[in-house]
């Protein structure tokens, strides 16, 4: 019956039918089933109520569902709810399996802190964050400083630019980091 609605693309009576399966299933098989309507209803239906409730249940049975976790955050990115966005991000990054999967999550954390809510100190502790895996994250060294020097911590602006010099490998670059560094200095 399910692929007779997928054919005739009868997506309301899909999600019908996936929403009795899903009444009938327990464990994971019952969870993956709730996301497949949530993306019914995200992606065919286009009712992002009903897909925010139906990720919602599968994170009630499943806290750590990280196809709900990436439901929820496309659902929150497209629609501006950027609060809940970063609490999403944040249940992510304990869930995550590499560091590198926690390093792009801190980066988008950092960006919302930073672009949505202005606010700096937040953005830098995130950034810190990422130091913490990886203290040659480029990126975060050049985000941290410009945190820093929107906070006024000019202390710290120096120490990151030294720290910064002792990694980087390129003349050009470091030339580029004297200069800045100089500057900092002066002022």
Sequence with gaps: LGDIYRAKEDWSGLAKILEREADALRGERKID?????????????????????????????????????????????????????????DKQIHIAATPRQ????????????????????????TLESILAIDAAHENALTGLVRHYRALGRWEDVTRLYERHLAIVTDDKRRVELLLAMGRVLVE
């Design 102 to 125: 926690k390093i792009n999550l801190f980066e988008r954390m950092a960006g919302i802190h930073e672009e949505e809510f202005l606010d700096h100190d937040k953005a830098a502790q």
């Design 33 to 89: 089933t709730i996301c497949k309507i949530a993306e019914l209803y995200e992606d065919q239906l286009n009712d992002l109520v009903e897909a925010t409730r139906q990720y919602e249940a599968a994170l009630a049975l499943d806290a750590m569902s990280l196809t709900a976790l990436k439901g929820l955050d496309r659902i929150f990115n497209r629609t501006g709810r950027y609060k809940e966005l970063l609490d999403n991000l």
